[in-house]
């Protein structure tokens, strides 16, 4: 099974800074990634596929890169709707596995 | 309007089985793959389990941990995906969801998911 390593679990942020979340694969999955957001009580909503691909209607400042093993998902300028929980997918082969998650919460 | 609702919940004893169902409306179910995804309360997401559309032959996946105990299928018919866990375990109590994955760029992808349904195992 293909291990996804996500980091950090949690991070302190300020309105207006510059976030960044990376996922690491075990092993190489090309860019068979997506980056999904949760708000309590709410089911997930994807923001990026393929790595980089912006979800329709999804805001520019969220923006994802990476291929092979390592990937990262950065929010160019925090807003106050973004504070939630994001979580990495590999969707290279299966099981299909999630990191851990990174929750980020208000400074 | 693409919409996947979920239901079929409810609290169970550790052994016993439960049907949770997924009504999909707004697209062709034929033509997409539905997977199941939980969320353990308080923890993180966890892939459950994949059924294929119907050019792949409605083939399935699971993860290791409901392999054997849980089984996919569908009813075309009433546009309708089930998940049957049989054996539950405590470790199974969790909000399950149904996610649409959408063929983009090489793999599929969760495109839209349902509001969930909570699954209780307990004596």
């Known amino acids: 099974d293909i291990q996804m390593t996500q980091s950090p679990s949690s991070l302190s942020a300020s309105v207006g800074d510059r976030v960044t979340i990376t996922c690491r694969a075990s092993?190489?999955?090309?860019?068979?990634l997506g980056w999904y957001q949760q708000k309590p009580g709410k089911a997930p909503k994807r923001l990026i596929y393929?790595?980089?691909n912006l979800q329709s209607g999804v805001p520019s400042r969220f923006s994802g890169s990476g291929s092979g093993t390592q990937f990262t998902l950065t929010i160019s300028s925090l807003q106050p709707e973004d504070f939630a929980t994001y979580y990495c997918?590999?969707?290279?082969?299966?099981?299909?596995?999630f990191g851990g998650g990174t929750k980020v919460e208000i400074k | 309007e693409v919409q996947l609702v979920e239901s079929g919940g409810g609290l169970v004893q550790p052994g016993g089985s439960l049907r949770l169902s997924c009504a999909a409306s707004g697209f062709t179910l034929s033509d997409h793959y539905l997977d199941w995804v939980r969320q353990a309360p308080g923890k993180g997401l966890e892939w459950v389990g994949r059924t294929r559309n119907k050019a792949n032959s409605y083939t399935t996946e699971y993860a290791a941990s409901v392999k054997g105990r849980f089984t996919l299928s569908r009813d075309e018919s009433k546009n309708s995906v089930y998940l049957q866990m049989n054996g539950l375990r405590t470790e199974d109590t969790a909000i399950y969801y149904c996610?649409?994955?959408?063929?983009?760029?090489?793999?599929?992808?969760?495109?839209?998911w349902g509001q969930g349904t909570l699954v209780t195992v307990s004596s």
């Open positions: 092993q190489g999955i090309r860019n068979d």
């Open positions: 393929a790595a980089s």
């Open positions: 996610a649409r994955a959408s063929y983009a760029s090489g793999s599929y992808y969760f495109d839209y």
């Open positions: 997918l590999q969707h290279n082969s299966h099981p299909l596995t």
